[in-house]
């Protein structure tokens, strides 16, 4: 391609592209002009700690050797669509499978998370004959209309009225729970018979799939009550109903395991999965079925497909980033590190406005509130889209970047997600910038005048 300087870059940016999520008069993106393992520099040639991985995806780090490596060989491999097989492709759903719970048995490759979901959706309806599909309110699942539809959170609004028979129940939410239980077990048994009352008003010989983030990741990191999941998979099973968990931002060692589900004892119907598989070197999804579902279409139709089903480049680039996790043992460094920025986490609650830290492995977030005991949070609910973004949140993220810390937000929660080849000295001194926003934002934002409070 041919070279262009940065003025232009920019230039055509803003007269050409358009950008997710926003006004466009708001958007001033930066140019990234190198990355390096946790590191990238902008066109001014300011370095940042790349604390949510891009979106969360980046998990072997900026321009890994390996890869950088592996795009020499891109084309050796011949082109093929789906219906051929190839090297990268059947290598690649066998590295998948031999480290997917001991049920799983084959792969459906699509091109990113939203769509991987859409064919779940599918494939639930296609195995079960039933229609209905249960997921949350808060979770993400994707833009495109059917895992629109299964998200809960705001970015669902531009597909509704939405697809009929797509019902949601509500997530547990440990920290902004208002009745108070005495054990986690005992907030989980709630929840499950509201989910279990709510199967039985849909008409559950309706209800083809249950479908989960295991751990809500955009939404916040939201670790589940002991014994949650595990009791869904039993609904899911009194019911013949099938349990999908997505795993397109909590797999592949983002919390400290390959997948999120191997953090509890339960094993899922189908998950999908994206982002880590190919660490975003190049576009790739998914859906990993049971044996049971397998078999089916043995002698059943798979009425769904894509033209770049199994994509030859990006198929090779899983199968090196696959061998990358495990030459590196990067599932277990997560584990690790995830400790080290535990204890990191843990010391920012004696600030005034952290409301709550949430993590596992290096899956993180930070939830800030302007109240500690009234909780309340420093921007309302849903302020995220559709208002401009000038509240607390945008200049607190806006803040960290100045400082070279580098990540994102949703509502009132700030993500914590490196690359998970970060290294301890390197959690330290990205927490330590934290830190010193944090104090800095205290003192001259939030505490600063008594009228931001009342916003
Ligand atoms: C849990 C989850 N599912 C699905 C998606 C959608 O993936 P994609 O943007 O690749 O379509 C995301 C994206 O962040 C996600 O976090």
Redesign the pocket.
């Known amino acids: 391609m041919e070279k262009v300087d940065v003025a232009q870059i920019k230039q055509m940016d803003r007269d050409y592209v358009l950008h997710s999520w926003a006004k466009q008069k708001s958007v001033h993106p930066k140019v990234i002009e190198k990355g390096e393992g946790i590191f990238f520099w902008d066109d001014e040639g300011k370095k940042y700690y790349d604390m949510c991985a891009q979106?969360?995806y980046l998990n072997v780090g900026h321009s890994h050797p390996k890869l950088m490596e592996e795009f020499k060989h891109i084309g050796e491999i011949p082109l093929a669509s789906p219906g051929f097989a190839t090297a990268s492709k059947a290598s690649l759903a066998k590295k998948i499978i031999d480290v997917a719970p001991s049920n799983m048995s084959k792969v459906f490759f699509a091109s990113?998370?939203?769509?991987s979901?859409d064919h779940a959706v599918k494939i639930a309806r296609m195995v079960t004959g039933r229609y209905k599909i249960f997921s949350r309110y808060r979770s993400?699942?994707?833009?495109?209309f059917g895992?629109g539809n299964l998200s809960g959170e705001g970015r669902r609004f531009t597909v509704e009225p939405g697809l009929p028979g797509f019902i949601k129940f509500d997530t547990p939410y440990m920290y902004r729970e208002y009745i108070h239980f005495e054990s986690q077990e005992a907030m989980s048994d709630y929840y499950l018979d509201r989910l279990n009352s709510q199967i039985m008003y849909e008409g559950p010989e309706q209800i083809a799939a249950i479908f989960m983030?295991p751990i809500p990741?955009?939404n916040g990191v939201l670790v589940p009550p002991k014994g949650y999941l595990e009791g869904v998979r039993k609904l899911c099973d009194n019911y013949g109903i099938l349990m999908i968990c997505?795993e397109?931002?909590?797999g592949f060692g983002r919390t400290g395991k390959m997948f999120a589900v191997d953090h509890f004892d339960f094993e899922p119907d189908m998950m999908?999965f994206?982002?880590g598989v190919t660490c975003g070197y190049s576009p790739l999804?998914g859906v990993i079925v049971s044996r049971e579902i397998a078999d089916y279409f043995d002698d059943h139709v798979l009425m769904t497909g894509l033209t770049y089903s199994g994509h030859t480049v990006s198929t090779q680039i899983g199968c090196v980033t696959m061998d990358i996790y495990n030459d590196e043992h990067l599932i277990e460094h997560s584990a690790a590190m995830g400790n080290i920025l535990a204890a990191r986490l843990e010391k920012l609650r004696r600030f005034d406005s952290v409301g709550d830290v949430r993590y596992i492995g290096l899956f993180a977030a930070v939830e800030l509130v302007k109240d500690k005991k009234t909780k309340d949070p420093l921007i309302a609910y849903g302020m995220d889209y559709g208002k401009d973004k000038v509240g607390l949140m945008t200049k607190f993220i806006g803040m960290l970047s100045e400082y070279g810390f580098y990540t994102y937000s949703h509502e009132s929660s700030v993500i914590i997600a490196p690359p998970l080849i970060i290294t301890e000295e390197q959690i330290n001194e990205a927490m330590n910038l934290f830190e010193d926003v944090l104090t800095h934002f205290e003192k001259t934002v939030l505490f600063a005048n008594p009228s931001v409070m009342s916003k």
């Open positions: 979106l969360v990113g998370g939203a769509d979901n993400y699942h994707g833009a495109t895992a983030e990741g955009s997505d397109v931002m909590s999908t994206a982002k999804g």
